[in-house]
């Protein structure tokens, strides 16, 4: 038996992505008319590039969605966000949060006609999914935590089974078509789960928040892998195998049941998905208060960045100090920020949670915590929505 090193193989998220588009094939499901040859190869290309060194979405524990930790004590979810906290504690970056803005991003890169950038956020939408399924993300057993070991030996192992159904090196192709072919035969596919995956969280009576299904999937996919902590950190290797088994099929199934969704969205005309030239306002979440009288439009960019722009050319941008100011394009400011859980905003300026400030007309506004929540999520990432419309009632911080 080869060396437990899961980087003497292909990386598993790829054979994840290749299996679910062939399951969605072998099964006859419509949505695999939508995604062509090309498109397949963009997505398969895309499906580990999250992990790699400078990526903009990696990071020391960003893709850890820790529903218990390595003791197994149960841990709580976000308020607000709805979703378990990243491998830093943290409830924002996590892979909830960067699944849900991939997902929507590449539904509105493909309607503005960007495939290729389109297909890449959708894979990169894959991958969080994929790790959610996987245990070792799911119970904060972190890479720099002393179960760093436990962790490779899954990882490792789990490319082993992969990439060597029958012990011996298959084709990637055909790897991945055997899997396909097994998942079909004893898997069912969770089609019914994804449905309203554009719904966020909203406020109902009493402070609660209700949370969209995109969150109650992932809470339930991470609770389910919580089970498999014992077989990573144990040294049953029948029990590992077994997991392994069983969680790389229940990553196929959800990966196919996303790219249906998204077969299935892209058709739903009524969805609120941004459109690039679509007049949008950006409203202060809670409060009368748009940021401008002028509507703004979306540009989105190859490496999946979106800028807020009015068609004067004056846009708005976080800047680098971490603000977020409206400016003139003559000012030479450049920096973008990300989409995160729509209607509402996330601000990441440069992924700098803590020097996050609102200037809004000159004033400085007052960036709060969340009380009794740790790690750094302000009240501030999450107080900004798009409007199709302007409304009648409206102040303007910007006129
Ligand atoms: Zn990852």
């Known amino acids: 038996m080869a060396k437990l090193d899961k980087h003497l193989y292909p990386s598993v998220h790829c054979g994840i992505v290749r299996a679910a588009l062939l399951l969605l094939e072998q099964t006859s499901h419509p949505a695999s008319k939508r995604f062509s040859a090309g498109d397949a190869e963009a997505m398969i290309g895309e499906a580990a590039a999250p992990d ?52 929507r991003a590449a539904l509105a890169l493909y309607r503005a006609g960007k495939y290729y950038p389109a297909m890449k956020s959708l894979s990169r939408a894959l991958h969080f999914l994929a790790d959610i399924c996987c245990p070792p993300h799911s119970c904060g057993l972190t890479y720099f935590s002393r179960y ?60 609660e928040w209700e949370h969209g299904s995109l969150t109650e999937i992932c809470n339930v996919l991470a609770l389910s892998g919580a089970e498999h902590l014992s077989a990573v950190i144990d040294d049953d290797e029948v029990v ?33 998905v941004w459109e690039e030239r679509h007049p949008y306002w950006l409203k202060c979440f809670g409060t009368a208060f748009l940021v401008s009288e002028d509507p703004l439009y979306l540009l989105f960019e190859e ?53 996050l400030v609102a200037q809004l007309r000159g004033q400085l506004h007052s960036i709060r915590r969340i009380p009794a929540w740790p790690g750094s999520l302000f009240q501030s990432q999450v107080s900004f929505v798009l409007l199709n419309q302007k409304p009648e009632k409206a102040k303007f911080i910007f006129s």
């Open 240 to 272: 590992r195998d077994q997991s392994i088994t069983e969680r790389l099929y229940c990553s196929i199934v959800n990966c196919a049941a996303l790219l249906a969704a998204f077969d299935r969205d892209l058709d739903d005309r009524a969805l609120p």
């Open 52 to 103: 790699k060194l400078g990526d903009r979405q990696q990071g020391r524990g960003l893709h850890y969605y820790c529903a218990v930790r390595p003791d197994g004590t149960a841990l709580g979810t976000h308020p607000v966000l709805g979703g378990y906290c990243n491998g830093k504690g943290a409830p924002s970056p996590s892979p909830l949060t960067m699944l849900d803005a991939e997902y």
């Open 148 to 207: 760093g070991a436990a962790h490779r030996r899954y990882e490792g192992r789990a490319a082993e089974i992969f990439w060597m159904p029958e012990g011996t090196q298959v084709s990637e192709y055909t790897a991945a078509a055997d899997w396909a072919k097994r998942t079909a035969e004893t898997q069912s596919i969770p089609f019914d789960a994804y449905t309203g995956l554009l719904k966020g969280s909203r406020p109902v009576s009493g402070g």
């Open 303 to 355: 490496d999946g960045t979106v800028t807020l722009s009015t068609l004067e050319g004056a846009y708005l941008a976080v800047g680098k100090l971490g603000r977020v100011v409206l400016t003139d394009l003559t000012a030479g400011l450049e920096t973008h920020f990300r989409f995160g859980r729509e209607p509402l905003l996330t601000l990441y300026p440069g992924g700098d949670q803590d020097h």
